[in-house]
């Protein structure tokens, strides 16, 4: 068993930054990939940010140089801090984690960013 509780979101204002938050509790040596996904009104949730089991960190195109995300590994969190957001960026962010072959999702964090 593993859990995922997000944490941070809230309402910004253009231009702004947040720092997301994620709690990995259960059995973290069994997660493998970690990253954010978020979903915005009326769209698919889509991929944005993952940190591979070995270290590597990919970004979905335009967001690379905004967003940056990192792990904590002592304190068993994983974070998403997030730059000059755009009322674009308005969505349910989510946490993920790879186990077992299967992508485990979070409950998701509010993120509104007002123009």
């Known amino acids: 068993q593993v859990q995922l509780v997000e944490s941070g979101g809230g309402l910004v204002q253009f231009g702004e930054s947040l720092t997301l938050s994620c709690a990995l509790a259960?059995?973290?040596?069994?997660?493998?990939?970690l990253g954010w996904g978020r979903q915005a009104p009326g769209k698919e949730r889509e991929w944005i940010a993952s940190i591979l089991v070995g270290g590597t960190i990919n970004y979905v195109d335009g967001l690379k140089g905004r967003f940056t995300i990192f792990r904590d590994v002592a304190k068993n969190m994983l974070h998403l801090q997030m730059n000059l957001l755009e009322p674009e960026d308005t969505a349910v962010y989510y946490c993920?984690?790879?186990?077992?072959?299967?992508?485990?999702w979070g409950q998701g964090t509010q993120v509104t960013v007002s123009s």
């Open positions: 259960g059995d973290i040596f069994s997660m493998r990939d």
């Open positions: 993920y984690c790879d186990r077992d072959g299967t992508r485990l």
